[in-house]
T-cell receptor, first 111, second 115 residues
Framework: QKEVEQDPGPLSVPEGAIVSLNCTYS??????FMWYRQYSRKGPELLMYTYSSGNKEDGRFTAQVDKSSKYISLFIRDSQPSDSATYLCAMILTNAGKSTFGDGTTLTVKP | ETGVTQTPRHLVMGMTNKKSLKCEQHLGHNAMYWYKQSAKKPLELMFVYNFKEQTENNSVPSRFSPECPNSSHLFLHLHTLQPEDSALYLCASSLGDGKEGHGYTFGSGTRLTVV
């Protein structure tokens, strides 16, 4: 079993839709949670990171962590064609110094 | 362009060739990483360097040889590669030793094709 499971996608939505991207994990020792966005032919770009359970908002993006259920989500409001990319969740074990990544979900936002 | 620069962007090499990938960051980060990204697979950690010292080798075949002369530069030396080594090789850096969850800054990667 993978330590991090990410909804496989691909996901296609119309412009303006609310998008939900999700990951589950098995190791309760994961303490830091990140979301990266990767455009085609580019490296991943850190979007958000959080430590605690709850919600963290940044503009149109909200990261949600539920440690009791070992579940994290990224919500995108008012999605735009420029949001079309692959989204990667990542997690760090306390004091491990390395991230474990999900497989990624490819999102297409159609105008 | 991000704060992490990788060269070359594309590389085609034969199985008997020797080549090197270069990564450079001037973000003041102390940790640097090599990752391999293949289609439909998660990012695979290859090597980790903290303050120029290698702290992780994730069971990578010896045909991949990393070098970190200082905290700003990282190389990946390649020799006698196999076609299955064709992938996007990503360099990343992070503040501190990466344990605090600040996240990574990635370069754009080198698209490697082994023929």
């Amino acid at each position: 079993q993978k330590e991090v499971e990410q909804d496989p996608g691909p996901l296609s939505v119309p412009e303006g839709a609310i998008v939900s991207l999700n990951c589950t994990y098995s190791n309760s020792a994961f303490q830091y949670f990140m979301w990266y966005r990767q455009y085609s032919r580019k490296g991943p770009e850190l979007l958000m990171y959080t430590y605690s359970s709850g919600n963290k908002e940044d503009g149109r993006f909200t990261a949600q962590v539920d440690k009791s259920s070992k579940y994290i989500s990224l919500f995108i409001r008012d999605s735009q064609p420029s949001d079309s990319a692959t989204y990667l969740c990542a997690m760090i074990l306390t004091n491990a110094g390395k991230s474990t990544f999900g497989d990624g979900t490819t999102l297409t936002v159609k105008p | 362009e991000t704060g992490v620069t990788q060269t070359p962007r594309h590389l085609v090499m034969g199985m008997t060739n020797k080549k090197s990938l270069k990564c450079e960051q001037h973000l003041g980060h102390n940790a640097m990483y090599w990752y391999k990204q293949s289609a439909k697979k998660p990012l695979e950690l290859m090597f980790v360097y903290n303050f120029k010292e290698q702290t992780e080798n994730n069971s990578v075949p010896s045909r991949f040889s990393p070098e970190c002369p200082n905290s700003s530069h990282l190389f990946l030396h390649l020799h006698t590669l196999q076609p299955e080594d064709s992938a996007l090789y990503l360099c990343a850096s992070s503040l501190g030793d990466g344990k605090e969850g600040h996240g990574y800054t990635f370069g754009s990667g080198t698209r490697l094709t082994v023929v």
